[in-house]
Structures are given as C-alpha cells and as structure tokens.
C-alpha cells in the first residue's frame, strides 16, 4: 500500500471509530439521559411507610442517591391542595427531581434505574424480564394483596367470601412467584434490581402485619430464600426505616379513612 492509500485508510478508520462512539452514545439505554438528570441533585421524596412508599426509599438507599422524605398521613395529608398539584391521583409516593416529578412506584423505579444505569440491565432481553417481573408486581400482587388488607383488615373481614377470594389470589401469586425462584436467586435472574425492590415491601407484610398468618409464606421455599437474602441487603435495611412509621393506631385510622367506599375521605 502507498503513502496516499495508508493515509486513506487511517482517514477512513479515524471516521468508523468516531461514528461508533457516536452511535454508543446515542443508543445506550442508560447514559445518554445522565448530564440532563443531574445525579448529584437533591430528590424530594413524598411518602408514608406503606409497601409502594418503602420501595422507594429502599431504591434511593441503594443507588446511594441524594434525598429528602416527606412523611404523609395519609388520613389527609394526600388531599392537600400543594401534593394534589403534583399528584391529581392523590397518591404516595412520589418523587420531586429538579423540575421532574414522577408518580406511581413501578414508574419511579424505573425512573431512577435510568437516571443512574443501575438495578436494570443493559440487553433488551434481560431489560424486557425485569420489566415483566415489575409488571407483575404492579398489576398483580401489589393490588391483590392490597385487597386482602381491605377486606381483612379495613373491613374486619366482614365478608369471609369476599377476603377469601383476595387471599387465595395472593396464595396463587405467591406461587408463580417460587416457581419463577426455582432457577435464578433474583426476581428476574442472577442480578438484583428494580424488579426485587418491588416485591421486597409486599412480601415483608407476611412478617409485619397480622394478614401474613393468613398466607403461610413458609410453604413456598424459594419465595422464602429469596426474602432472607434480599432482606439482608444494608440499603434494604435502611430503607425500610424510611420514613418513621406512624403509630400503629394512628397508621390504621388513616388507612381505613383512605378505602374508597369505608372511609370519610372519599365519601361523596
């Protein structure tokens, strides 16, 4: 090769690598949104001590992120006209990121994985597992096993049949649950992420709250193992302290006051 056709091939390489780091940039599922996120920034967090609040303060504890909580009750507190403005749903959590506010737990989980490129992996396939684990969390188990604790609890079981529909759906999900636990030691593989941050605070509830005796968690082994060991996690730990619960009396108040259709809040 000559002088002129080595200089044209140095050209020619110098532009492919350039132009694929370029696409790498453009293309990557993670980083190209971190300059405009701003990860050193404080994130505002509105919550109470409730499993969809607890998953986010257990998220922000293992990403290791700047934050503030701000302690609800929810025997109100929802309805104000300053949270309402940044949730029409009335509904915690929610974060405030900058000018960014994101509500609804699966969504603020997801969120935060891309803000940071972490607790969620990079190949579309792996990404599209934790996606359905997380689905299955939000459309599933998080809204049957919030039943039972309205059927159970808010209503005092005042309708056996009706709480025991809730209680054998949660049963049936408990064990998809073990069954996807057979082969992987995480929700959706061999990696922790948003998909396990999920379910960490629904599956506490079977330590935590008197319904659990009604779920025997112990028979589905997998589900089990895999609640010892996410639960030993340091950022799991702390997180679940985040915010201070409210008193027992006064948390269950503010629950029954909050069930469509029981509570005065709702009332028309």
């Known amino acids: 090769m000559n002088d002129k056709g080595g200089r044209i091939f140095a050209l020619t390489k110098l532009k492919l690598i350039i132009y694929s780091a370029f696409l790498q940039q453009v293309y990557s599922p993670h980083d190209k949104h971190k300059p405009e996120l701003g990860l050193n920034s404080m994130i505002d967090l509105y919550t109470d001590a409730t499993p969809n609040g607890l998953k ?56 935060l994985a891309e803000k940071t490129g972490q607790l969620m992996p990079t190949s579309l396939t792996e990404r599209s597992k934790v996606m359905e684990r997380l689905m299955l969390q939000m459309s599933g188990l998080g809204p049957y096993f919030g039943q039972l604790l309205v059927w159970a609890g808010a209503w005092g079981n005042e309708f056996p049949k009706v709480t025991s529909r809730y ?24 990696t922790f ?76």
């Open 193 to 268: 992420s948003i998909a396990d941050i999920a379910f960490i605070p629904w599956i506490r509830m079977c330590h935590v709250n008197p319904v659990g005796e009604m779920l025997n968690l112990a028979e589905h082994q997998n589900l089990s193992r895999w609640y010892d060991l996410v639960s030993q996690r340091p950022s799991v730990q702390r997180g679940l302290l985040v915010p201070d619960p409210h008193d027992p009396e006064i948390q269950f108040k503010a629950f029954v006051s909050a069930v469509v259709g029981l509570g005065e809040l709702h009332q028309a």
């Open 167 to 190: 209680q054998q759906e949660v049963k049936r999900l408990f064990k998809v649950l073990d069954h996807y636990l057979e082969d992987s030691e995480y929700m959706a593989g061999n």
């Open 56 to 111: 986010i303060s257990i998220a922000l504890e293992e990403l290791g992120l700047d934050y503030q909580a701000h302690r609800l009750n929810l025997g109100g507190d929802q309805m104000e006209p300053v949270f309402t403005q940044m949730n029409p749903n009335q509904k915690i959590p929610v974060i405030k990121d900058g000018d960014t506010i994101v509500t609804e737990s699966g969504a603020i989980l997801f969120y």
